[in-house]
């Protein structure tokens, strides 16, 4: 008797959680908080971009003429230098034996023309008295002789004081006063002179940053110099600072700075408005993006709607 009402049972119960687990699976899950708060425009109606912090007067990438060793590196990341600072060395002892050579020979130079020149001086006093003891030809070549002399003399002087300007140039000093924003050799190292890649060392001044807006060529013509503008730190809307504008790019480029959002389109193109501001004690690093608003005009529609 047991077993008749125990089946139908077993059966209610597993509908039953059947059920339940289509009504669970069905729900909608919850929100979730925005893990970063997003920046609010300032202003009623405005223009909004997104901003690459630089240097105003662009980055030094500092490099090297020499191939070699890099001997000692006399700056670190956050230095600040003024031209002519040293900032790293080439190992030289290679260009001081070429140097000791090239003086052995500017001496070995002067010696072979002493004798060249001796000989003309004599012949030269000896035809003052006596014009026809010495011939004509003779002086020539003993000038020529002088000529060629004094000719290896001045290239061992060229020779040494080439060396002399690759030694002096194996101490790389700092082209313009700034920062040091990046140290990529480290002693012992060897780098390759006159070279296209990444920079050994690079030099900016990063006490007023200059923020590269990129706005939407739809909204170009929007965009005015005397305009109010602010600047966001991402991640904190509380950081924030007033921009002063610069200037315009007078040219519409492909957009090439990407925020990294997945509605963000990639085939549009930007006007590029600079602005400055003083950078102080705000957290804000040369090459961060930071979210832009510029005062601008409101817009209507077609329909007679606003828009912002």
Do not use: C
């Amino acid at each position: 008797m047991k077993r008749i009402y125990l089946l139908p049972a077993l059966a209610i119960l597993g509908l039953a959680i059947a059920v339940v687990a289509i009504v669970d699976g069905n729900r909608s899950p919850p929100a979730s908080a925005p893990l970063l708060a997003s920046a609010q425009a300032p202003f009623k109606s405005y223009v909004a971009g997104v901003g690459i912090t630089e240097t105003g007067r662009g980055n030094v990438a500092v490099g090297t003429a020499l191939s070699g060793i890099v001997a000692q590196v006399d700056v670190r990341v956050g230095d600040q230098v003024q031209v002519g600072a040293p900032l790293f060395k080439i190992d030289d002892r290679d260009l001081q034996a070429r140097l000791t050579v090239a003086r052995a020979k500017i001496d070995e130079a002067t010696a072979a023309l002493a004798k060249p020149s001796h000989r003309l001086q004599f012949l030269d006093r000896l035809r003052q008295r006596d014009n026809g003891a010495i011939s004509a030809q003779v002086v020539s070549e003993s000038r020529d002789d002088v000529r060629a002399a004094t000719a290896n003399l001045e290239a061992a002087k060229a020779e040494a004081a080439q060396i002399a300007v690759d030694i002096d140039r194996s101490l790389v000093r700092a082209p313009a006063a700034g920062k040091i924003l990046q140290v990529n050799l480290r002693a012992g190292e060897f780098v390759e002179g006159g070279g296209i890649g990444k920079p050994l060392l690079l030099v900016g001044d990063d006490s007023r940053i200059y923020l590269r807006v990129d706005v939407d060529e739809n909204d170009a013509w929007r965009v005015r110099p005397d305009a109010p503008a602010r600047a966001f730190v991402r991640g904190d809307p509380h950081l924030q600072v007033p921009l002063r504008f610069e200037y315009i790019e007078p040219y519409v480029t492909p957009k090439t700075s990407l925020t990294g959002q997945s509605t963000e389109r990639t085939d549009v193109r930007v006007l590029q408005v600079v602005y400055s501001f003083e950078r102080g004690k705000l957290p804000v690093y040369l090459g961060q993006q930071m979210d832009v608003f510029i005062a601008a005009a409101r817009v209507e529609t077609g329909t007679g709607a606003e828009s912002r």
